[in-house]
């Protein structure tokens, strides 16, 4: 229905609905948390929706298409088989985990950290069998845990938000 809309509807009023619509984003969570702000696109499934209902969450599209993704753990798996052991790692805004867990193989230690509790308790319980130690923390302003690589995807674009 919104692809037929898109189509019929003139591309001065989708500019204008889509600055109307960025401007409410904005002020629904102007002066919030990164806590508060992503506990709410969570719960609000801005990214899109799990199939799995034992971990109801989705990282949106950048964790999960192909086109992106494999390129990305391509790139990153070689990289991390240069190193001449497995490297630690620390991963800065985890979210759903789908990426990291692709990675996971190819590190030491590995932590990851987001600021959204109830993910960080649904990946401690979905991706146990890995040996990941998930913790809830502020990137901007918690402390992190010494590693050889620290990670941070799609996550630095959010912080303007």
């Given at each position: 229905?919104?692809?037929?809309?898109?189509?019929?509807?003139?591309?001065?009023?989708?500019?204008?609905?889509?600055?109307?619509?960025?401007?409410?984003?904005?002020?629904?969570?102007?002066?919030?948390?990164?806590?508060?702000?992503?506990?709410?696109?969570?719960?609000?499934?801005?990214?899109?929706?799990?199939?799995?209902?034992?971990?109801?969450?989705?990282?949106?599209?950048?964790?999960?298409?192909?086109?992106?993704?494999?390129?990305?753990?391509?790139?990153?798996s070689r990289w991390l088989r240069q190193f001449s052991a497995?490297?630690?790692?620390?991963?800065?805004?985890?979210?759903?985990?789908?990426?990291?867990?692709?990675?996971?193989?190819?590190?030491?230690?590995?932590?990851?950290?987001?600021?959204?509790?109830?993910?960080?308790?649904?990946?401690?319980?979905?991706?146990?069998?890995?040996?990941?130690?998930?913790?809830?923390?502020?990137?901007?302003?918690?402390?992190?845990?010494?590693?050889?690589?620290?990670?941070?995807?799609?996550?630095?674009?959010?912080?303007?938000?």
């Open positions: 229905m919104k692809d037929r809309i898109r189509a019929l509807a003139p591309g001065p009023f989708l500019n204008l609905y889509r600055r109307a619509r960025l401007w409410l984003l904005a002020n629904r969570y102007c002066g919030k948390s990164p806590t508060e702000v992503f506990e709410d696109v969570y719960r609000r499934r801005r990214w899109g929706s799990s199939v799995e209902p034992d971990h109801p969450f989705c990282s949106g599209s950048g964790s999960k298409d192909p086109v992106v993704v494999d390129r990305y753990v391509d790139a990153m497995p490297p630690s790692v620390v991963d800065l805004g985890c979210g759903d985990f789908g990426v990291g867990s692709r990675l996971r193989p190819r590190c030491g230690s590995y932590t990851a950290y987001d600021c959204v509790a109830p993910l960080i308790d649904s990946n401690s319980r979905r991706w146990a069998h890995l040996g990941v130690r998930f913790e809830q923390i502020d990137i901007c302003t918690g402390p992190t845990v010494p590693a050889d690589v620290y990670m941070i995807r799609q996550v630095l674009q959010h912080l303007s938000n």
